[in-house]
């Protein structure tokens, strides 16, 4: 049958509706209806599906699609069925069918009934069903994500290796390669392997102009940050992608604390909860999904408005797929995704224990995760230059969408430093990871560059005109441009590329980007004071320190009993008003608020109408109490008189750290009677001696107490006392 003989417009208005076809979807028709070998790369969302459907559904015969997600088939199958009156016009044939069901999808596709097979990799190697689709007419074979062949590609699937020896079974049947997302090294691969390389390849544009793509730098306000950021997208859908379960169901429920109606989504919950949570958010019940990557899958939601990554993902095409779930319908879309070194640490450590084949690949891919959060250059040219794509930023459609363009780095000439930067990796003899690179230019000592002797080299010490956050930065642009190469035999090892020796032999300019401090708006200004260690309001500040001291003097205690500092900096920064937003002020509890808190709030209202002040009340980040299973436990057992030691082993923590919790819980306002487990280890007299000292302290600094008693007791005995003793003296 020739793509001339039938008018495919008036097929497509019959079976799907549509009046016309999108982008390319018409050229890979007609190449399939001329059965001809045909290889489509096409983004998420371009209508990749359709380019095998309709000439399944108009040509002789069944087509066999090959598809990894059973719940992806499922979803398809549903779809063609809702076209038709009959429900045998498409099938899925995988293990989760029964013996009875296996034969109806035998009797429909030998009647010729069947005009879409959807099967999984797995199914196909199974020699009972290559033995009957034998007997039956093919009309093609459609290996749907087919990047799932390369080991290359980000989901790799071994079971895709053997696809092609199993097609040559089937007679000469025109093969349709679809994938929306490959690397020009994956699109040979996927070639080469299907034996297909007289494949027409059409590929369309990687270029998703409407989506603004941003990396912000991870620190610990990221909760607080993005609660601001939804808040100021209020109403609209999203999706924040997370890599741990555990991370999930933390983000989740810091939301719906703050507010903002979210639902957590892994595999890790049932199946009847994933449905749902999916269902509520296609039907608008909830604003946003926080998911492992496992999420979405299956899911085209139009209008999902933002993408945030709280994690960086393990490369760049999961990057591009997650971010692509964002602006389907040609609205806005914004990616944000936050990004610290520490967490392709973790990722690359992880990766240390996988079979070297697949280190070597994993390092590769994470290697242009860290490059394009780090570049300077337009984000968009990088992504779309990283899947073959030329894109110029000037005239391009979207070119001025992201972080980099709007907000240019500053650039600044490093060629001396580089080839210094080389000169030691060289001369250190291809021994040492970049943190004891970075120490050798700095001069920092460590155990192995003692042991190696490095600290008597000349060298040592040569780059300590810059800090280690330069060096760090300008290492890692150096990797990505390929002068350096981390080595994967001996995990993580910086070695030097022939790319690197040519530039110490011939130097050229290196335009090295300082790292990116964002420019904070105004309303954002507040966030930037609680990243510094400065205080957004020094008058209130200096205010509240006296009204401590006021109030310390008339109850006879120490200032630090009524609230320690870290405390009244929190408050200068949020100025809360009300009892519910003292609670969540570092180190306050509601004990400590209802014994001191009237005179502070009325102070801070006082002051914040006076100087007509906007309070950030978005920034009040109510914490989930994640510890309050532990604190009430400790609470608890202590009030039964049971030993710390059996406490802290029963919640599997250190003494140090349940002592930690402890302080919390006292600082906080709550009472915790341990004098039966103080009076084990100090007798009265010795008891008396610390708490007059605290008494008498301008301050509970455990480091100043320690000198007072020149080594009478040790840290645990002097945290233990000062617990008593705030929880006697001030709760």
């Not at 859908?237 to 892994?266: D, F, M, T, W």
């Not at 079979?355 to 250059?377: D, H, K, N, R």
């Not at 014994?595 to 009340?617: A, M, Q, T």
């Not at 000198?707 to 001030?730: H, N, P, Q, T």
Request: charged share 30%; proline share 3%.
């Amino acid at each position: 049958m020739n793509s001339n003989e039938i008018d495919i417009h008036k097929e497509l208005k019959k079976y799907f509706g549509f009046n016309q076809f999108k982008g390319l979807q018409e050229q890979v028709i007609k190449s399939i209806l001329n059965k001809e070998n045909t290889f489509v790369i096409m983004p998420t969302g371009g209508g990749k599906s359709l380019c095998y459907q309709l000439p399944a559904l108009i040509q002789e015969g069944t087509s066999i699609v090959v598809s990894p997600l059973i719940a992806l088939m499922k979803n398809q199958v549903d779809a063609i069925r809702s076209l038709s009156s009959e429900n045998g016009i498409a099938h899925v044939l995988n293990s989760s069918l029964t013996k009875t069901e296996i034969a109806q999808v035998k009797t429909d596709i030998s009647s010729g009934l069947t005009k879409l097979l959807y099967v999984a990799p797995e199914s196909l190697n199974k020699e009972e069903y290559t033995n009957f689709l034998q007997t039956v007419p093919i009309s093609f074979v459609a290996i749907d994500e087919a990047h799932c062949i390369s080991e290359w590609g980000h989901d790799f699937r071994p079971e895709y290796r053997n696809l092609k020896h199993i097609i040559k079974q089937l007679g000469d049947v025109p093969i349709i390669g679809l994938t929306a997302t490959a690397t020009p090294k994956v699109q040979e691969d996927i070639l080469k392997n299907l034996d297909m390389s007289d494949a027409t390849t059409y590929k369309a544009s990687f270029n998703r102009p409407n989506l603004y793509y941003e990396v912000r730098t991870k620190t610990k306000n990221i909760e607080s940050d993005i609660i601001r950021f939804i808040k100021q997208h209020k109403g609209k859908s999203g999706i924040i992608y997370c890599l741990s379960r555990k991370k999930v169901e933390a983000i989740a429920e810091v939301l719906q604390v703050n507010g903002i109606s979210a639902v957590p989504y892994h595999a890790g919950l049932d199946a009847k909860t994933r449905a749902k949570h999916q269902d509520m958010f296609l039907m608008e019940d909830v604003d946003v999904v926080v998911a492992t990557i496992a999420f979405g899958m299956g899911i085209d939601k139009p209008d999902v408005r933002f993408v945030i990554h709280h994690d960086i993902p393990k490369s760049l095409e999961s990057y591009y797929q997650e971010t692509g779930r964002a602006g389907r319908d040609g609205g806005e879309g914004h990616c944000l995704a936050y990004y610290s070194y520490k967490d392709v640490e973790k990722l690359e450590k992880f990766l240390s224990g996988k079979p070297v084949a697949e280190q070597e690949i994993g390092f590769a891919l994470l290697q242009e995760v860290v490059a394009y959060a780090e570049t300077s250059m337009s984000r968009r040219k990088f992504l779309l230059h990283y899947f073959g794509e030329e894109f110029d930023s000037e005239t391009g459609e979207g070119g001025d969408m992201d972080d980099n363009v709007r907000n240019p780095k500053i650039k600044i000439e490093a060629r001396d430093e580089v080839v210094k930067l080389l000169e030691v990796v060289r001369d250190t003899k291809h021994i040492y990871k970049s943190k004891e690179v970075v120490f050798t230019l700095i001069g920092r000592v460590n155990a192995m560059i003692k042991a190696h002797r490095t600290d008597v080299q000349p060298f040592f010490g040569s780059g300590a005109n810059h800090d280690e956050k330069f060096w760090m930065a300008l290492l890692r642009q150096v990797l990505v441009d390929g002068l350096l190469s981390k080595d994967i035999e001996t995990y993580g090892v910086v070695k030097i590329t022939k790319k690197g020796l040519d530039f110490i032999k011939k130097p050229i300019s290196f335009m090295m980007s300082e790292d990116h401090e964002y420019n904070e708006t105004e309303d954002e200004a507040i966030v930037t004071a609680s990243k510094s260690t400065g205080v957004a309001d020094e008058v209130l500040m200096g205010m509240l320190r006296d009204l401590r001291k006021k109030v310390a003097k008339r109850l006879g205690v120490p200032p630090f009993v009524v609230f320690q500092d870290p405390s009244l900096e929190d408050m200068a920064l949020k100025y809360p008003v009300s009892s519910e937003e003292l609670v969540n002020i570092h180190g306050v509890g509601e004990g400590k608020a209802k014994k001191y808190g009237k005179e502070f709030l009325e102070l801070i209202s006082r002051y914040v109408e006076e100087n007509d002040i906007v309070r950030p009340d978005d920034l009040v980040v109510k914490s989930t109490g994640v510890n309050s299973v532990n604190k009430l436990y400790i609470i608890q057992n202590i009030d039964r008189k049971l030993p710390l030691d059996d406490i802290a082993s029963a919640k599997g923590l250190t003494m140090d750290a349940l002592i930690t919790e402890m302080e919390q819980i006292v600082n906080s306002g709550t009472k915790l009677n341990i004098k039966y487990w103080i009076d084990e280890m100090l007798d009265d007299d010795q008891q008396e001696e610390i708490h007059d000292y605290f008494m008498e302290s301008h301050s509970d600094n455990i480091e100043d107490a320690l000198k007072e008693f020149e080594g009478d007791y040790d840290l645990e005995e002097l945290r233990l006392m000062r617990i008593k003793f705030i929880s006697e003296v001030a709760n």
